[in-house]
């Protein structure tokens, strides 16, 4: 059963590797003139408000485990349906999936009780849903126009109807107690969210507009470096804090104060001996700190109170394509394994079963007062 499940991991690293060098062999990296050195906000630890104290939860009712893992699903391509005279090759059909699966899934997972969180929050230990309800975070990777991008109707911005982020606002104005929440990894190396179009409405919108719809809309941006460069292959310091901190800079350029706060690994490759460059660094006087790097993993990522959680080691699972494989966010969904993280409702408290409680790590508690039940 190890070899089968090694064989299984093997296999799925194999094939992320491969879809992500077939994803960015359109990446042209543009004239990577260097942005002007601008001044450094402290990078922000996210939006911290008080909450309001939840009242007493029936916790037999509720049944809240926040030593639980928490579902974190990386998508990257979604197309209408697939043509069927033409053929594609098997990485496209693992990564993409058609818009109408996107809204069947978010249906599905509403029905399980699933309800939407932010990386931030995750990162901060700071899950804020409802009592009884299972956070799931979606993350997306490269910044593909079908993620999200923008159209221009009568002479005014909006998002384009044939994007992720559409079908995601349509579902959160029929079910908005499911919210709204993603983050978006991106090269600013490349054209995020844009790509020209032989036929049909051409996209619309600068950079700057279209990063700053998306942020007015409430997702959140991560840094996946500025040219999509294999962490593995760069062998010098000076090399990693330029595709980190340069991408830092250009968001700068582009969103005043915008500081990433976590971090996507380029075809999910890292580089063990420079990573400390990964996490923070300065380039040409710009700061940069990551407080999370999520991985391409293939299981849910442990709760932040585990013995075992690295902030630096976040797995994640990847969104299942129209070809479906093992270890795809719809395995994971028909093959749930024990623990999953139930909310409290109160992001002040970090309530675990009795039989649980060998998962959390005091020190990891963040202020936050422990129940155990
Ligand atoms: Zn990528």
Known sequence: MKVQRLVIVLLVLAVIVGVEAVLMTHFTGESASAPPATATPEPTAVPT???????????????????????????????????????????????????????????????????????NDFLNNSIEVEAGYKPVIFTFDDGTASQFSLIEENGELVVNPECAVAVMLDFYEEHPDFGLEGTFYINLGGSPFYEERESGPQLAGTVQERLQHLIDLGFEIGNHTYSHCNLSSISDADTIIREVGQNQAAMYEAIDGYTFTSFSLPFGITSPELFEHIKSGTYEGVEYRNLGVVEVGWDPAISPVNPDYDPYSIHRIRGTGFMAEDCDFEWWLANPRDPIYVSDGDPNTVTVPQAYTSLVDESKLGGKQLRVY
């Open 49 to 119: 408000e008080t909450p309001a104290p939840t009242p007493e939860i029936d916790l037999e009712a509720t049944k809240p485990n926040e030593a639980g893992e928490v579902p974190i699903v990386m998508f990257h391509m979604f197309v209408d349906e697939l043509d069927p005279n033409e053929s594609y090759s098997d990485d496209f059909k693992r990564y993409t999936q058609s818009f109408s699966y996107l809204k069947e899934l978010m249906g599905r997972l509403y029905d399980m009780g699933y309800r939407m969180t932010s990386m």
